[in-house]
C-alpha cells in the first residue's frame, strides 16, 4: 500500500506545482493516474531555476 | 524565457503531469554572470519510462507544444497497444522516428542515416535517441542526454561563485 506525499508541493516561482523528489512524484502519478514530468537541472532550482 | 512561469503551460503539466527536479550538474557564476547549466526536461510514464525529453530551455509555446505531443501521442499509444509493452515501445519508436524525418529530414530507416547524427539540432538529437531506445528508463538515458546531447558534465559539485 502507497502512503501519501510526505512533501510540500512547492512552485519555486513558476506556474507549476512540484514535489521534492521524483520517487515522490512517481508514487503519486502513478496514484493520480498521471505521467510524471522530471527535471534535470544544472545548479539549484530552488534559487535559480530556468527552462 | 522561463516556460513553466506561463499560466498555460502550468495549467496543462498541472492537470497531466506529477512534477519535480534533481540536479545532475552545476554551473559557476563569474563576476555576477551565469556561465554554463542546462536543463533537460523528461516525461515519463510513473514508473519512470521516458516518453520524450526536451533537451535544453525552451520558450514557453515550444514546451506546451512538447507536453501535448507526449500526452495524446501516450493516448494514442496506449490504445493502439492494448495492454502489449513491445506494441507501446514499438509505437513510441515510430513516433520518434516520425518527428525525426519530418522536423530534421533523417530517415533512420534509410541507409547512412546515423552518420548523419551530427548536424542534428538538440531536439534532433533527443527524438533519434528515443527511437534507437523507445521507452528508455531515465536512469539509463540522463547522462547521455546531459553530456552528450546537452554538452554537459554530470557533477554533483555546488555552485561555484567566483569573483575576479
Not at chain 1, 13 to 31: D, H, I, M, N, Y
Not at chain 2, 85 to 114: C, P, S, T, V, Y
Not at chain 2, 120 to 130: C, K, T, V, W
Amino acid at each position: 500500500m502507497e502512503g501519501p506525499p510526505t512533501g510540500a508541493v512547492q512552485n519555486y516561482g513558476t506556474r507549476v506545482a512540484f514535489l521534492s523528489t521524483p520517487a515522490e512524484a512517481a508514487r503519486q502519478a502513478k496514484r493520480e493516474q498521471k505521467l510524471m514530468l522530471v527535471l534535470h537541472v544544472a545548479g539549484n532550482f530552488e534559487d535559480s531555476c530556468f527552462t | 524565457v522561463n516556460a513553466l512561469a506561463n499560466d498555460n503551460v502550468g495549467n496543462y503539466l498541472n492537470q497531466h503531469f506529477v512534477s519535480s527536479f534533481q540536479k545532475v550538474g552545476t554551473f559557476k557564476i563569474v563576476n555576477g554572470q551565469k556561465q554554463g547549466g542546462n536543463v533537460a526536461s523528461y516525461f515519463c510514464t510513473p514508473d519512470g519510462q521516458v516518453l520524450h525529453v526536451v533537451a535544453g530551455p525552451v520558450d514557453a509555446a515550444t514546451f506546451l507544444r512538447e507536453a501535448r505531443w507526449t500526452v495524446e501521442t501516450y493516448k494514442l499509444a496506449v490504445l493502439d497497444s492494448r495492454g502489449d509493452a513491445a506494441r507501446l515501445r514499438a509505437f513510441f519508436r515510430q513516433a520518434h522516428a516520425d518527428r525525426l524525418k519530418q522536423e530534421n529530414g533523417l530517415d533512420i530507416a534509410a541507409a547512412g542515416a546515423l552518420q548523419s547524427r551530427q548536424a542534428l539540432s538538440l531536439q534532433g538529437r533527443a527524438h533519434l535517441l528515443l527511437a534507437a531506445a523507445p521507452l528508455v528508463h531515465i536512469d539509463q538515458a540522463y547522462r547521455l542526454v546531459f553530456e552528450r546531447i546537452l554538452g554537459e558534465q554530470v557533477s554533483t559539485a555546488p555552485v561555484a561563485v567566483v569573483s575576479r
